[in-house]
C-alpha cells in the first residue's frame, strides 16, 4: 500500500496538522456546485413561502431549518476519506434494509400506505435512504470485480439481490413510484460497470411479458392512477383531479407567470399538494414557462457538474458512485416534472430541494455530499481492495 507523501513543506505541514488538513479538504470541495445547490434550494424556500400564502409557517421555516442541518452534513461527508464510505457501504445498505423490515413491522400509516418509521420528534422514510444506500452498495461490488467479471452472469447474482430485496419491500408498502425509481437507478448502475446490452433487453422482454401479472398484484388506487394517466377526463373529480388542476395551472402562468405568491389555482386551493409532489406546478403557475425553465436548467447544469465530477474521478468505486447519485438526482426530477405534466402517471416523488419534506431533502443532501467527496478525492487511486490505494 502507498501512502501519500506531500513534496512541498506546506502540504507535509497540512498532512500533520488536521486543522491544516480539514482547511485544505475544504478548499478541494467543489464551490460552484454548492452555489448551485444553494440556489435551487432558495427557490424551495421561496415557493413553500408562497405555498403557505406569504408565511414562513407551518413549511418554509421547518425546511429551511432542515437545510442548514443538511448542510452541515454534506460536507462532513464531502470531506471525509472516500475509502470510509466504501469500506462501509455495506453497513449502509443493510441498515437502509432493516429499516425497510421496521417499516413493514411497526411503520406509521399515512395516507393508505405503510412508507414511515415514527420516533416521536423524527419522522424518516426508509425508501428514499435506501435510494442512496443501494448505489454505494452496488458501486463497491462492481468496483472490486474485474472488468472480465462483469459481464459473467453468475457474479451478477449478488447485485441482483441487492436491488430486489429492497424492491420487495418497498413495493409491500406499497410505494410503486419509489420501487421504479430503485430499480432504474440500480439499471442505471448496472449499465455504468458494464454490463452487457442485450442483458437489459432480456430483462425488458421479460418485464414487458409479466405486465398482465404484476397488474393483478396491483392495488386498486395504483390502477386508478394508470388508467386516469391514460384518460384523466374520464373522472374529472376524482382519480383524474389532481392531474386536471396541475394541466390548468400550467396553462394559467402562461410564458411569465401570475407573480410571486399569485397563482390563483394554487391558494385558492384547486391545486392538491402544492407544498410536496405539484410543488413544480405552483412555481410555472407563479412564474410561467420562463421560471420553469430557469428552475430545469439549474438542475442541467448540477446533473452536468455530478457527471464532469465521475469522468475525472481516477478511481472506479468513485466514478461509479458519482454516476450513480447524478443519474439518481436526474430520476427525481424527471419522475416530478413528468409526473405534474401529465406525461408519466402520478408516482409522489418529490422534487429535489424544492418540495417540502425532511427524508428527501437530507437523503438528497447526502447523495451530494458523496458527489462532493468523489471530487475531492479524484485523484486517488484505489485499488479493487479499500486498503490498496495511491495518489
Do not use: C
Not at 458523496?370 to 478525492?377: G, M
Amino acid at each position: 500500500m502507498k501512502k501519500y507523501s506531500g513534496h512541498s513543506s506546506m502540504k507535509r505541514t497540512s498532512l500533520g496538522n488536521p486543522e491544516m488538513r480539514l482547511v485544505e479538504k475544504l478548499g478541494q470541495i467543489n464551490w460552484t456546485m454548492v452555489l448551485l445547490i444553494l440556489a435551487v434550494a432558495f427557490i424551495g424556500f421561496a415557493m413553500l413561502y408562497s405555498a403557505a400564502k406569504a408565511s414562513f409557517d407551518p413549511w418554509a421555516s421547518r425546511q429551511i431549518l432542515r437545510f442548514v442541518i443538511g448542510l452541515f452534513l454534506m460536507f462532513a461527508i464531502a470531506i471525509m476519506d472516500i475509502r470510509f464510505w466504501m469500506r462501509h457501504a455495506y453497513l449502509f445498505y443493510g441498515t437502509g434494509l432493516v429499516l425497510l423490515v421496521a417499516v413493514e413491522v411497526a411503520g406509521s400509516i399515512g395516507m393508505g400506505t405503510q412508507r414511515w418509521l415514527d420516533f416521536g420528534v423524527l419522522r424518516i422514510q426508509p425508501s428514499e435512504i435506501m435510494k442512496i444506500a443501494i448505489i454505494m452498495a452496488l458501486a463497491r461490488y462492481f468496483h472490486t470485480l474485474a472488468i472480465e467479471d462483469v459481464g459473467r452472469p453468475l457474479y451478477l447474482l449478488v447485485p441482483l439481490f441487492i436491488t430486489l430485496a429492497p424492491v420487495v419491500l418497498v413495493l409491500r408498502q406499497p410505494d410503486l413510484g419509489t420501487a421504479v425509481m430503485i430499480v432504474l437507478g440500480a439499471g442505471a448502475m448496472f449499465f455504468i460497470a458494464g454490463v452487457r446490452v442485450w442483458k437489459f433487453v432480456v430483462v425488458l422482454v421479460l418485464g414487458l411479458a409479466s405486465v398482465p401479472v404484476i397488474w393483478n398484484f396491483l392495488h386498486s388506487y395504483q390502477r386508478n392512477r394508470i388508467l386516469t394517466f391514460l384518460n384523466p377526463e374520464s373522472d374529472p373529480l376524482g382519480a383524474g383531479y389532481h392531474i386536471l388542476q396541475s394541466k390548468i395551472a400550467f396553462g394559467s402562468g402562461s410564458v411569465f407567470g401570475k407573480g410571486f405568491i399569485n397563482g390563483s389555482q394554487s391558494h385558492l386551493e384547486f391545486l392538491p399538494e402544492r407544498h410536496t409532489d405539484f410543488i413544480f406546478t405552483m412555481l410555472a403557475e407563479e412564474f410561467g414557462l420562463v421560471g420553469g425553465v430557469m428552475v430545469l436548467l439549474l438542475y442541467s447544469v448540477l446533473l452536468m457538474y455530478g457527471l464532469a465530477i465521475a469522468l475525472r474521478s481516477r478511481n472506479q468505486f468513485g466514478r461509479l458512485l458519482a454516476m450513480g447519485l447524478t443519474t439518481n438526482l436526474f430520476l427525481y426530477v424527471f419522475a416530478n416534472v413528468a409526473m405534474v405534466m401529465g406525461v408519466i402517471p402520478v408516482v409522489g416523488v418529490p422534487l429535489p430541494l424544492i418540495s417540502y419534506g425532511g427524508t428527501a431533502m437530507f437523503s438528497v443532501l447526502v447523495g451530494f455530499g458523496l458527489i462532493l467527496n468523489v471530487y475531492v478525492h479524484k485523484d486517488l487511486r484505489i485499488g479493487r481492495h479499500w486498503s490498496e490505494s495511491s495518489v
